[in-house]
């Protein structure tokens, strides 16, 4: 099967934000998406396959989270990444704790901490590289960051 340009597109996107389908699926349940959890799955699948067309919709949301990606890239650029005991890495930014930490087969886990509220954002796939890792865990900073916006958010609105 030949692939089209929007095709291509989509699935250099979403190998350079690092998102499987899963992450993808969640995150558009998050966002307001009113079908099942496995219907999302299916729908990204069919996509990155070939077998369906890349909905316009897709399009913008692959753009908006490469935009994303760029900007926390950016508004990190100097974070620096300290080598801790084990093998493993830790970097503060803000007020948010990440840390990169080797697992088995040269996979890293990530983990983000935002410091004063103890909040743990979801912990992402494992990474299989650790330049994979850092990237990743810029992009899950970027939602950490909304997740504590929109917590304190609701917190005003609710007093």
């Given at each position: 099967m030949e692939l089209t340009d929007d095709l291509s597109y989509f699935n250099t996107q979403c190998n350079e934000l690092g998102l499987t389908p899963g992450e993808l699926a969640s995150r558009l349940k998050t966002w307001g998406d009113h079908r099942t959890y496995d219907a999302i799955i299916r729908s990204i699948q069919r996509m990155l396959a070939g077998d369906t067309a890349v909905s316009g919709e897709m399009k913008v949301i692959i753009n908006m989270l490469t935009y994303i990606q760029h900007l926390e890239e950016e508004k990190n650029e100097g974070l620096k990444w300290t080598p801790m005991p084990l093998g493993s890495y830790a970097a503060k930014a803000g007020d948010f704790m990440l840390n990169l930490s080797p697992q088995t087969k040269g996979r890293w886990h990530i983990s983000i901490v935002h410091q004063p509220t103890g909040y743990s954002h979801p912990w992402p796939s494992w990474q299989n590289d650790l330049?994979?890792?850092?990237r990743k865990a810029l992009f899950c900073l970027g939602d950490a960051r909304?997740?504590?916006f929109e917590w304190q958010r609701d917190e005003r609105i609710q007093q």
């Open positions: 330049e994979s890792a850092k909304r997740h504590i």
